[in-house]
């Protein structure tokens, strides 16, 4: 773990700042000063600059952190995506994807994300709408039965695949599918993702069990 | 040698006193918060970092603020005070 966070630049920096608070403000607790101007000094940092400067870093860390596979399938009705993307010798479109060096640890974001202007934004707050949903209705549910019940919100959009794959390449336009669907892919009401072109990503949740 | 006499400290009052050990606690616990979501980046901490960790450290730091800055205003109007006294036994 040590290695881990001191490979981050930002959490080394946020635990840094930390701890110097943690210092400062102990100090002031145990040796109880008077408040002259050297220990309104000294609080400023441990109170004031210290903190924000840990919550600035330790937000971007956390928004990254957000993005991992590993975050994603901490809640364990996700386990079974999450181990099919780590899986190197599974052939479903969503380990396909994280095999790719683009998508890798941050697959599931990758493809679940809004892009746009305020896709972060949206991202998260449905994030929080996961959170949600997770501790009222999921958080005792079997692995068999949320396997049956969790299901995508609305259709997977064709837009984040063409973020990537962007219809007009040749080899694209090569395959006659692509081709004669064209206009119905970029608009939307044919999926990529649908039985009898691509397939679902995660093939395993849909269907009877395995 | 000769220095300067270090300025007197006011005192804080003990209610100011509890407060600012209050804001250092504080301070304290949403830095708990704060490594615990930097540590295990799970939704549970990174979620009470982001909400009640920054919650906890910002009231921390309203209540520094409050103290020290009454805590200045009290020194200054004193120190204006002395200096008057001062200035009115000169004249006198």
Same mark, same amino acid.
Request: aromatic letters at 6%; one cysteine or more.
């Given at each position: 773990?040590v290695?881990?966070?001191?490979s981050?630049?930002?959490l080394?920096?946020?635990?840094g700042?930390a701890?110097?608070?943690?210092?400062?403000v102990?100090w002031?607790?145990?040796?109880r000063?008077?408040l002259?101007?050297?220990?309104?000094?000294?609080?400023?940092a441990?109170i004031?600059?210290l903190p924000?400067?840990?919550?600035a870093?330790?937000?971007v860390?956390?928004?990254e952190a957000t993005k991992?596979?590993?975050?994603?399938s901490s809640c364990?009705?996700?386990?079974?995506?999450?181990n099919d993307?780590?899986?190197?010798?599974?052939?479903?479109?969503?380990a396909r994807?994280a095999?790719?060096?683009?998508?890798?640890d941050?697959?599931?974001?990758?493809?679940?994300?809004d892009y746009?202007?305020y896709g972060?934004?949206?991202?998260?707050?449905?994030?929080?709408?996961?959170?949600?949903?997770?501790?009222?209705?999921?958080r005792?549910?079997s692995?068999?039965?949320?396997?049956a019940?969790?299901?995508?919100?609305?259709?997977?959009?064709?837009?984040?695949?063409?973020?990537?794959?962007?219809t007009?390449?040749p080899?694209?336009?090569a395959?006659?599918?692509h081709?004669?669907?064209?206009?119905?892919?970029?608009?939307?009401?044919?999926?990529?993702?649908?039985?009898g072109?691509?397939?679902?990503?995660?093939p395993f949740?849909k269907?009877?069990p395995? | 040698m000769?220095?300067?006499?270090?300025?007197a400290?006011?005192?804080?009052s003990?209610?100011? $006193?509890i407060?600012?050990?209050?804001? !250092?606690?504080?301070t304290?616990? %949403? *830095?708990?918060?704060?490594v615990?979501? @930097?540590l295990?980046p $799970?939704?549970l901490?990174?979620?009470l !970092?982001?909400?009640t960790?920054? %919650? *906890?450290g910002?009231?921390a730091?309203? @209540?520094y603020l409050l103290?020290?800055?009454r805590?200045l205003r009290?020194?200054l109007r004193?120190?204006k005070?002395?200096s008057a006294?001062?200035?009115?036994?000169?004249?006198?």
């Amino acid at each position: 773990m040590v290695s881990w966070i001191f490979s981050n630049p930002l959490l080394a920096a946020a635990l840094g700042c930390a701890g110097a608070s943690a210092l400062l403000v102990l100090w002031y607790l145990v040796r109880r000063p008077l408040l002259t101007n050297a220990t309104k000094l000294v609080l400023l940092a441990g109170i004031g600059v210290l903190p924000i400067m840990t919550a600035a870093t330790g937000n971007v860390a956390g928004f990254e952190a957000t993005k991992t596979r590993r975050f994603c399938s901490s809640c364990h009705v996700m386990t079974p995506y999450g181990n099919d993307s780590s899986d190197p010798t599974s052939k479903t479109l969503a380990a396909r994807h994280a095999r790719n060096a683009a998508f890798g640890d941050e697959n599931c974001y990758t493809c679940h994300a809004d892009y746009g202007m305020y896709g972060t934004i949206i991202t998260k707050l449905g994030g929080l709408r996961h959170v949600y949903e997770y501790t009222l209705h999921y958080r005792n549910m079997s692995l068999e039965e949320a396997r049956a019940t969790i299901h995508i919100r609305k259709p997977f959009p064709n837009s984040t695949c063409i973020h990537c794959h962007s219809t007009t390449g040749p080899l694209w336009d090569a395959v006659p599918e692509h081709a004669s669907l064209l206009d119905r892919l970029r608009d939307g009401s044919v999926s990529c993702a649908s039985a009898g072109c691509h397939g679902p990503a995660h093939p395993f949740s849909k269907g009877p069990p395995p | 040698m000769t220095g300067k006499p270090a300025p007197a400290v006011t005192p804080l009052s003990r209610r100011a $006193t509890i407060a600012l050990r209050i804001a !250092a606690v504080l301070t304290l616990a %949403g *830095l708990a918060l704060m490594v615990w979501s @930097i540590l295990v980046p $799970t939704p549970l901490p990174v979620m009470l !970092a982001m909400t009640t960790g920054q %919650g *906890l450290g910002t009231t921390a730091f309203a @209540i520094y603020l409050l103290i020290v800055l009454r805590h200045l205003r009290r020194d200054l109007r004193a120190a204006k005070q002395a200096s008057a006294a001062a200035s009115s036994e000169n004249a006198g």
